[in-house]
């Protein structure tokens, strides 16, 4: 099968086409779970969660949330998605704490995607994943509180 045939190239003649911005976020993953371990145990104290899957693609995403006078102090999560919903919800935890539930309710997956410094068309799907898991662990802390 020639290399056309595939839906999504990750690189071609010209080059990767992920930015350096995914690339660096896809091989150090940031705010994520590292072990099932880890997550048990922040799941103990967390005042949100939020998972979603993908309709686009089946992918599923978990992200937890603290929040402390207002503010998301820390943004943790897992994904069994591709490698720009792992680069997007990584630059996407970076960018939720330290802002206020109001502020980060206004993040976007555009601006997620300006923040990569783009994705390829194909993927902007990916970065809605840990946008709407944000979202609804927003959601789920407003409901307790
Ligand atoms: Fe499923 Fe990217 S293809 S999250």
């Given at each position: 099968m020639s290399e056309e045939k595939y839906e999504v190239k990750g690189y071609s003649e010209k080059g990767w086409l992920y930015t350096d911005k995914v690339k660096e976020h896809f091989f150090n993953p940031k705010n994520?779970?590292?072990?099932d371990q880890e997550l048990e145990e922040f799941k103990k104290h967390a005042d949100g969660y939020g998972t979603v899957g993908s309709p686009a693609c089946g992918d599923v995403m978990e992200m937890f949330i603290k929040v402390k006078d207002n503010i998301i102090t820390a943004c943790k999560w897992r994904t069994f998605g591709c490698a720009s919903a792992i680069a997007s919800t990584s630059i996407l935890s970076e960018m939720a704490i330290g802002k206020t539930i109001e502020e980060a309710k206004k993040i976007t997956p555009q601006d997620i995607v300006k923040e990569l410094g783009g994705l390829p068309p194909r993927k902007i799907?990916?970065?809605?994943l840990g946008d709407q898991a944000l979202r609804k662990a927003i959601e789920d802390y407003e409901s307790k509180n």
């Open positions: 994520i779970f590292k072990t799907h990916c970065s809605v």
